[in-house]
Antibody, heavy 121, light 106 residues
């Protein structure tokens, strides 16, 4: 059974940092691209970024709204995906989901349950 | 960047109704279009990928169509469990982008 479990959310002050984790199981993590998607309270879905797989040298893509502040990384030995969030702004307040990207096709099937990040003073 | 425009933003329907939601991309995305269902407090659920392919386990009352810039999601006979918010997403070009959502209410 495929599982994605996010953790690390919480309350942080503006300008602060937070690191989210996504522990996966039930599939060969190293073969897959992984995305982060977020949802501000009462709002729609926003793509945050992507980590490509080992075969594609773990390269990354980011939304303009987070580029230069957020960093996606992964540890295939721990079946884990990470989102390092620096210089946090109040508008980064959201539930953050990790999502498995299906290859070929590059579409989604499996989502984590999400972790809430609140940026507030 | 590609803008995804969903319509309507909300709709009221009754059990048994046929419901159609549209999604328009600001440029050609071929068939790289997905639909998701989200209920309050829950993670989105993947319904359709590649514009018209049903995810495994998704009932056949859901169907998708379209290519290029115009797409539709149809629910053939609305049931109580279908009342939710639906999102489209393009995954042809970076940055990936979602529509604003359509809330289907009783």
């Amino acid at each position: 059974e495929v599982q994605l479990v996010e953790s690390g959310g919480g309350l942080v002050q503006p300008g602060g940092s937070l690191r989210l984790s996504c522990a996966v199981s039930g599939f060969t993590f190293s073969d897959h691209y992984m995305d982060w998607v977020r949802q501000a309270p009462g709002k729609g879905l926003e793509w945050v970024g992507r980590s490509r797989n080992k075969a594609n040298r773990y390269t990354t893509e980011y939304a303009a709204s987070v580029k230069g502040r957020f960093t996606i990384s992964r540890d295939d030995s721990k079946n884990s995906l990470y989102l390092q969030m620096d210089s946090l702004k109040t508008e980064d307040t959201a539930v953050y989901y990790c999502v498995r990207v299906i290859i070929p096709g590059y579409h989604y099937v499996y989502w984590g349950q999400g972790t809430l990040v609140t940026v507030s003073s | 960047d590609i803008q995804m425009t969903q319509s309507p933003s909300s709709l009221s329907a009754s059990v048994g109704d046929r419901v159609t939601i549209t999604c328009r991309a600001s440029q050609d995305i071929s068939n790289c279009l997905a639909w998701f269902q989200q209920k309050p407090g829950k993670a989105p659920k993947s319904l359709i990928y590649a514009a018209s392919n049903l995810q495994s386990g998704v009932p056949s009352k859901f169907s998708g169509s379209g290519s290029g810039t115009d797409f539709t999601l149809t629910i053939s006979s609305l049931q109580p469990e279908d009342f939710a918010t639906y999102y489209c997403q393009q995954y042809k070009h970076y940055p990936l982008s979602f529509g604003g959502g359509t809330k289907v209410e009783i």
